[in-house]
């Protein structure tokens, strides 16, 4: 993690920790840049990153201040950072179908970049939040940058594993979204009934230097899965 992204997640932490309501105050990038022992450049780059995660914005005199949607148990559609730092107080749990090496068809090699003869771990789960069905998730992701992933490592976050023990950056992310209906091995998974209606997202989630290192089919129980999307500046 880069030591503006450290600064990013400490300011978010001190946020939840003090249950920060919308148009709290933060203190002024001084105040940051002391307290962090950092550049003026770090510390912007980081209001940077918290801006375009909804998490704070800035008025030019006035100063920074928090931004929070206020509606409860709604989770940000646009994050790279996966849902267990997306999900507040809420408790997230997984049952665990396969974690295996395998190798990538041609859609999966094509969106991750790489060749079909090389190896991917498909990691298969189903997600709860508080106890209720939330998604049916399929990932794959590239051997050659995450060398290895097991069941208590997939039962929990694997992006806090892929960031803190493998020392590997999160950049960003392409999402492509449809609403359909499920099919008979998802309804059987999401508890529910074949050609009930679905959102499915497929994600392709990339290394700060634009390599893809995941891809992952997600697809969400309709009366469980609740997103916000937070936009900045005026709609053209």
Do not use: W
Request: with cysteine; charged share 25%; hydrophobic share 35%.
């Amino acid at each position: 993690m880069l030591k503006y992204q450290q600064i990013a997640a400490e300011i978010e932490q001190y946020i939840n920790q003090h249950d920060l309501k919308q148009g709290d105050k933060l203190p002024v990038l001084e105040q940051l840049m002391s307290q962090y022992a950092v550049s003026k450049s770090t510390v912007t780059k980081a209001l940077e990153l918290l801006e375009r995660r909804g998490v704070v914005f800035q008025l030019r005199g006035s100063g920074i201040f928090v931004r929070r949607h206020n509606r409860p148990g709604y989770m940000s559609l646009f994050s790279t950072q996966g849902f267990k730092s997306n999900l507040g107080g809420r408790v997230l749990t997984s049952d665990v179908l396969d974690v295996s090496v395998t190798k990538p068809d041609e859609t999966i090699a094509m969106n991750l970049g790489i060749d079909v003869t090389d190896d991917v771990y498909r990691v298969e789960r189903v997600r709860y939040v508080d106890g209720k069905v939330f998604c049916y998730e399929e990932s794959y992701y590239v051997k050659a940058i995450v060398p290895y992933l097991n069941r208590e490592i997939v039962a929990d976050s694997i992006f806090d594993y892929v960031q803190g023990a493998l020392g590997v950056t999160i950049g960003f992310s392409d999402m492509y979204m449809q609403v359909g209906r499920l099919n008979e091995t998802e309804a059987g998974y999401l508890d529910l009934r074949t050609d009930d209606p679905t959102l499915r997202i497929e994600t392709i989630f990339h290394l700060s230097n634009g390599k893809p290192f995941d891809y992952s089919r997600i697809t969400y129980h309709y009366e469980h899965s609740q997103f916000v999307v937070q936009a900045n500046g005026p709609y053209m």
